[in-house]
């Protein structure tokens, strides 16, 4: 198991920028698929974007060409840079760590290592 801490996360107008990052403990994080997941008040956690460990991205359609998720491995931290926010971004982001690959990252959340989310809120 990894432990992974978020921040980056706060208040931001419609329109503008936030980067979200995730610390990974351990010494082997290279190995790992991570990804962002949200979720909204009221409503179920979301995916949001995978990296695998040869750096290849995936990203739900709704945040497709704003967002940009990135990984570096000597620092043991995955970014996720918010560009273009809209007030429906709004929401808790939670990192996540697959041992498996980022198909199971995505497709079963339930066997994956968590953060602790970080706050995102995007006002019109």
């Known amino acids: 198991q990894v432990q992974l801490v978020e921040s980056g996360g706060g208040l931001v107008q419609a329109g503008g920028s936030l980067r979200l990052n995730c610390t990974v403990s351990g010494r082997t994080f290279s190995t790992y698929a991570m990804g962002w997941f949200r979720q909204a008040p009221g409503k179920e956690r979301e995916f949001v974007a995978t990296?695998?460990?040869?750096?290849?991205?995936d990203y739900a359609d709704s945040v497709k060409g704003r967002f940009t998720i990135s990984r570096d491995n000597a620092k043991n931290t995955v970014y996720l840079q918010m560009d273009s926010l809209k007030p429906e971004d709004t929401a808790v982001y939670y990192c996540?760590?697959?041992?498996?690959?980022?198909?199971?990252?995505?497709?079963?959340?339930?066997?994956?290592?968590w953060g602790q989310g970080t706050q995102v809120t995007v006002s019109s």
């Open positions: 996540a760590a697959s041992s498996i690959n980022s198909f199971y990252l995505r497709r079963a959340p339930s066997t994956n290592s």
């Open positions: 990296i695998d460990i040869t750096s290849g991205a």
